[in-house]
């Protein structure tokens, strides 16, 4: 069954660095999508991307965030310079229709910043 | 802003048991999306529910959704121990487009042998 594929698994990074976060979205899917987890906390949208372009971002997606799909299967989280408070668990995830099908993630890139 | 209302945080239930989770929305959804995570891992779609009224089953797991689509039950029957993990909800409403679900805060599921 096709699935979500995020790189790498897990990312230790200085803060002030900036770090890029990979995803490759189920082939077939045009609507792409960032969440994060901080531990112990609820899962939370960032970003929808659709048609090479950002369709909605929520009030955590700010300037120090950008997304991007360099090429026909990669979807990108570049985050330019990491702070302790973004230390959490970021899913990408698909879908075919954002509201007539559903979002399938990918296991997630846990980042640490020290 | 929307927010969803999961019950209860946390569950132990002896395995053969059946069990029940519910998710509560203040408004009328457009989706409803149960998802299945285990600790530190990715989430893993379980079913979409849509219309009011509507029950979808998968193997041991069926999902209902209230006729005003505010109000949303998980029912396992006869658990077993691979139904361990945190179930999740996450909804959209009217009026989004591709905006990103609102997830619940989970309920975290334990079998006992």
């Known amino acids: 069954e096709p699935e979500v594929t995020q790189t790498p698994s897990h990312q230790v990074t200085q803060m002030g660095q900036e770090v890029i976060l990979r995803c490759v979205p189920i082939?077939?899917?045009?609507?792409f999508y960032w969440y994060r987890q901080i531990l112990g906390q609820k899962v939370e949208f960032l970003v929808s991307?659709?048609?090479?372009?950002?369709?909605?971002k929520s009030e955590i997606f700010d300037d120090q965030f950008s997304v991007e799909r360099p090429d026909g299967s990669n979807f990108t989280l570049k985050i330019r310079s990491t702070k302790l408070e973004d230390s959490a668990m970021y899913f990408c995830?698909?879908?075919?229709?954002?509201?007539?099908?559903?979002?399938?993630f990918g296991d997630g890139t846990r980042l640490s910043i020290l | 802003s929307q927010e969803l209302e999961q019950s209860p945080q946390s569950l132990i239930v002896q395995e053969g048991k059946n069990l029940t989770i519910n998710c509560t929305s203040s408004k009328t959804l457009y989706g409803l999306y149960w998802y299945k995570q285990k600790y530190g891992e990715g989430l893993i779609f379980l079913m979409m529910l849509q219309k009011g009224g509507e029950e979808k089953s998968h193997e041991k797991i069926t999902a209902k959704l209230d006729e005003k689509k505010q109000q949303s039950s998980l029912h396992i029957t006869a658990s077993q121990p691979s139904h361990a993990g945190i179930y999740l909800c996450?909804?959209?409403?009217?009026?989004?487009?591709?905006?990103?679900?609102?997830f619940g805060k989970g309920t975290h599921l334990i079998i006992q042998p």
């Open positions: 991307f659709y048609n090479n372009e950002i369709s909605e």
């Open positions: 995830a698909s879908s075919a229709h954002p509201q007539l099908q559903p979002q399938h």
């Open positions: 082939s077939n899917h045009l609507y």
């Open positions: 996450g909804a959209d409403w009217p009026g989004g487009g591709a905006d990103g679900l609102t």
